[in-house]
């Protein structure tokens, strides 16, 4: 008899354009999965641009103001997402981490400081 095995989720092999939010195709990501989490198409997208690294990138359903920016724990398929779909790219701009926000804020009253006092 044959074996059943209903419980096995089927990997449906994907392609997903980034556009701009005008409408310009930055990439086009073929090696993603429906099962694909939108922090694992931020990493593919960032292995095509190197300088949109993840902390940089936005990605939307649409370029509505309503159209809320994507988790990074959401999945293609939860989001129905299908195959040619599009995700909408925002550029968020060079990310800062707090320790050099932190270091610049409180180093800076510290040197003036030292040199007067």
Known sequence: GGVACS????????????????????????????SSSILQVKEAFERKNPKYYVSRQQLKLGTDKK?????????????????????????????????????TEYAGPLVCYLMFY
Not at 17 to 34: K, P
Not at 73 to 79: C, I, K, V, Y
């Open 7 to 34: 419980n096995v989720r089927q990997v449906i092999a994907m392609k997903v354009s980034i556009v701009s939010r005008s409408g310009r195709e930055i990439a086009v990501l073929d090696d993603l999965a429906n």
């Open 67 to 103: 159209d809320k920016a994507l988790k990074d724990e959401d999945t293609l398929q939860s989001l129905g997402v299908e195959d040619g779909g599009k995700l909408y790219f925002k550029d968020l701009g060079p990310q800062i981490g707090w320790k050099t926000v932190f270091l």
